[in-house]
């Protein structure tokens, strides 16, 4: 209640900022010695943030699906902040192959690495699989960052050593996170991914004793986005958490911690575009924040001195908020890592598409078994 309050009068929280806050008043400081890869810049809160950074002096590596837009994108911001630096290069996040084409071509660059920016996302309305055989929302918004950032911690730690200056990896994720709970989430993945979303229906299974209940008596429900959704956000701040412990173990001086932006109308729900969504847009938008206003989180956090030594926590308007219960979950973000760490080990890519998705339900049934094994 006090947050909501907060949120709508724009109210300072403790550090000196609120949801009113834009990304250019969340930063200080010249950030000439800043190299930046910022996913998803090529629109919405991404783009702000790499425009923003960028003014600041921060060499902007902007990756995008098409080159195209990344042009563009680049354009944009020259215009923007005249004599900028600003690399472009290939990425499609939902492609394990295409993250690992995407660090081999960037580290043959040779530049240093200080900020990683995790921020790209997508609300899939139609269900998808990718080139991976892994649901489309959680294959981009959470796997593709997952192993982007595990290609480029050896170069984060390596530009922190040798400039003094502390990394940051800034994972973007959304409160909607705390809408995914009561499941089990690597089983979910796996029933999503699978299309089997089942739920049972007990008194049919009485009426009907001479039918198996068991396959017989359950409905198999729709693809649902919003909770594919969900759950890649949550996977966003799990990854945080157990990214925060393992950059600890490393001693690497890099920091991570994820945001919620707050909500703003971008490109992200492109697939509902139409009249119910302007309507409710329209009659929402006193309540919304702007874009300059939503990149103000991620800019703080990336930049903000403030923020310097801050690590595993999750940021709202500027100030430190509390993530979901499962989300809070130390024991769900290691299994989650362990879990991703096999998924994208390179020897599953190999086996392709289709055997890798095989390989991919063997890891969330043996994953399971681990945890069944564990609670006994
Ligand atoms: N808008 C909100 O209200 C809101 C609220 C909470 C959290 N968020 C989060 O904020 C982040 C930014 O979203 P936004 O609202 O700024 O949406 P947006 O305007 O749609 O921007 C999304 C960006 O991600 C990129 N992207 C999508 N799929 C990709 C892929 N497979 N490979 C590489 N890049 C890909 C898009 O590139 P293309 O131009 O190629 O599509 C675009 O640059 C997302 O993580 C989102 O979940 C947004």
Redesign the pocket.
């Known amino acids: 209640m006090l947050t909501s309050l907060r949120y709508l009068a724009g109210t300072a929280g403790p550090s000196g900022f609120g949801s009113r806050t834009t990304a250019e008043e969340a930063t200080a400081g010249d950030l000439g010695h800043i190299t930046a890869i910022i ?8 783009a702000e943030t790499a425009r923003v950074l960028a003014k600041r002096g921060a060499r902007v590596v902007v ?4 080159l195209k ?1 990344a042009e563009e994108a680049r354009a944009r911001l020259l215009a923007d902040c005249p004599g900028a630096d600003v690399v472009v290069l290939p ?4 492609s394990l192959a295409s993250v690992r084409r995407f660090v081999a071509r960037f580290l043959e660059l040779g530049l240093p690495l200080n900020l990683l920016v995790n ?4 609300y899939a309305d139609r269900f998808a699989l990718s080139e991976d055989g892994v649901e489309m929302t959680f294959a ?2 959470y796997l ?1 960052h997952f192993l982007l950032t595990r290609l480029l911690l050896e170069k984060m730690a390596e530009t922190a050593r040798e400039t003094g200056v502390q990394g940051r990896i800034v994972n ?1 994720s ?1 409160t ?1 996170h705390s809408w995914f709970s009561g499941d089990d989430a690597v089983a979910y993945l796996d029933r999503v991914t699978r299309r089997k979303m089942y739920v049972p229906i007990p008194s049919l299974r009485f009426t009907l004793a001479y039918c198996d209940p068991f396959t017989c008596f359950r409905l198999k429900l729709p693809y649902d986005p919003t909770r594919a959704y969900a759950l890649s ?1 949550l996977a966003n701040v799990l990854h945080t958490r157990a990214l925060a412990e393992k950059l600890e173990e490393m001693k690497a001086n890099v920091t991570a911690n994820c945001v ?5 109308r ?3 729900i ?1 697939d509902r575009d139409g009249l119910i969504t302007n309507t409710v847009f329209f009659l929402a938008s006193k309540l919304l924040k702007t874009i300059p206003q ?1 990149a103000a989180t991620t800019c703080y956090v990336a930049a903000h001195p403030a923020v310097a030594g801050v690590s595993g926590k999750y940021f709202a308007d500027c100030n430190e908020a509390a993530p979901s219960r499962l989300a809070a979950s130390s024991e769900e973000a290691a299994r989650l890592w362990t879990f991703s760490d096999a998924i994208t080990a390179e020897k599953v890519q190999k086996m392709g598409g289709v055997h890798a998705a095989t390989a991919f339900r063997l890891q969330v049934q043996s994953s399971n078994a681990d945890r069944a094994m564990a609670i006994a």
Do not use: E, Y
């Open positions: 996913t998803g810049a090529t629109s919405g809160i991404g990756p995008a699906r098409s837009a990425l499609d996040l939902s921020n790209a996302g997508k981009t918004n593709g973007v959304s909607i956000k919620h932006p707050g909500i703003v971008t490109r992200l492109r939503a």
